[in-house]
């Protein structure tokens, strides 16, 4: 192989890992690719342009891909591509139920035998013990079972 050859799979080498490092980082495939173009093209070096010139593009290569990776790690660039925000939103826990046995609340729909009741402020789906009750009619919590809110007419 020519020189122009082990250039090229150095170059390419040293281009994968920099897009590795700073510009894709965490995709492994494209870093490991490079590595084993830099390995070929150091190999190749060795092998047909004699040691001497195997052991400086050797050396160059090794604190060429130094340099991109401790460029690529600053904190700054990873930054850039990191992160940052910070999610505060919950989600309400069916297991831990906000509206308690002995509530009552306002249905806003027939429940035949299942409907939606308005506890206070909170719109909830509920269902009877089989009954049908009218739309404005007040109810009481009987039990939590699982999901659903068991009621029951208070009149």
Known sequence: MDWLTVALLLLFGLVFLAAEV???PGTTVVGLL????LAAGVWFAYRDLGSGTGH????SSVVVAGLLVYVGLRPKNLARVALNDVNSGHVRDARLPDVQPGTT???LSALRPA???LFAENRREVTTRGEFVAAGTEVRV?????NRIVVESVA
């Open 22 to 24: 700073i510009f894709i």
């Open 56 to 59: 400086v593009l050797l050396a």
């Open 105 to 107: 609340g306002r249905t």
């Open 34 to 37: 490079g590595f084993a173009l």
């Open 115 to 117: 409907g939606t009741v």
């Open 142 to 146: 009987l039990r939590i079972e699982q």
